[in-house]
């Protein structure tokens, strides 16, 4: 037996926010939609990992998802543009 994939299911009320924030922001592609649940995804092979903290670095909340992307800069101005919150960062952990 070997996993073909994980997938983290987050409960929302705005599923309109997961397109913006997912499609536009992140480029990823809906590739299931039956209008309750939404999973994107990408034609890449992407590396299975999970992972379990107790904090979120320099003593933070430990955050819902970890999503590494190739230009911080972009990415960051994306999500201020489209009206998230930064919570945090972004900042070089130790």
Known sequence: MKVLRI???????HLQASR???GDILGL??????GWII???????????????????SGTAVPD??????DLDT???KMKDAGFKI???P????
């Open 75 to 77: 990415a960051f101005i």
């Open 65 to 70: 998802l970890s999503i590494e992307v190739d």
């Open 39 to 57: 999973t994107y995804g990408s034609d890449s092979k992407m590396d299975i990992q999970i992972s379990f903290a107790i904090e979120g670095g």
């Open 7 to 13: 997938v983290r299911n987050i409960k929302t009320e």
């Open 87 to 89: 919570e945090y960062g």
């Open 20 to 22: 913006v924030f997912y």
């Open 29 to 34: 592609k809906s590739i299931m939609d039956h």
């Open 91 to 94: 900042v070089n952990e130790p």
